[in-house]
Nanobody, 128 residues
Framework: VQLQASGGGLVQAGGSLRLSCAAS????????MGWFRQAPGKDREFVAA????????YYADSVKGRFTISVDNAKSTVYLRMNSLKPEDTAVYYCAVRPSGSFYATSRWSRPNDFEYWGQGTQVTVSS
């Protein structure tokens, strides 16, 4: 499995970015795609996740209402639309795959250790 994340950059507080994660190498029909982030000196934290069908989503409380995760099955790509960005959103953002994750409740989609495949990360910097 290969995951290629892109779309990061420098943006002012209140601005928007859209991250993309292109997936290849296997069938994802039962998988869950997730976005995580890691700021310097902090642990990797969950941001959002979506079933490959797009039917179910799950968000961290810190981004709920500001971020939207979506999937384009035809392009094998997952997106993270980030609005109303804050300086505390600054981090390296990673996409990841949890094989067969859709068999579990959405509340169990947030643990990094449950995700088997990871992309290389894309830097998001929000200036105040």
């Amino acid at each position: 499995v290969q995951l290629q994340a892109s779309g990061g950059g420098l943006v002012q507080a209140g601005g928007s970015l859209r991250l993309s994660c292109a997936a290849s190498g296997r069938t994802f029909s039962r998988d869950v795609m997730g976005w995580f982030r890691q700021a310097p000196g902090k642990d990797r934290e969950f941001v959002a996740a979506i079933s490959w069908s797009g039917a179910s989503t799950y968000y961290a409380d810190s981004v709920k209402g500001r971020f939207t995760i979506s999937v384009d099955n035809a392009k094998s790509t997952v997106y993270l639309r980030m609005n109303s960005l804050k300086p505390e959103d600054t981090a390296v953002y990673y996409c990841a795959v949890r094989p067969s994750g859709s068999f579990y409740a959405t509340s169990r989609w947030s643990r990094p250790n449950d995700f088997e495949y990871w992309g290389q990360g894309t830097q998001v910097t929000v200036s105040s």
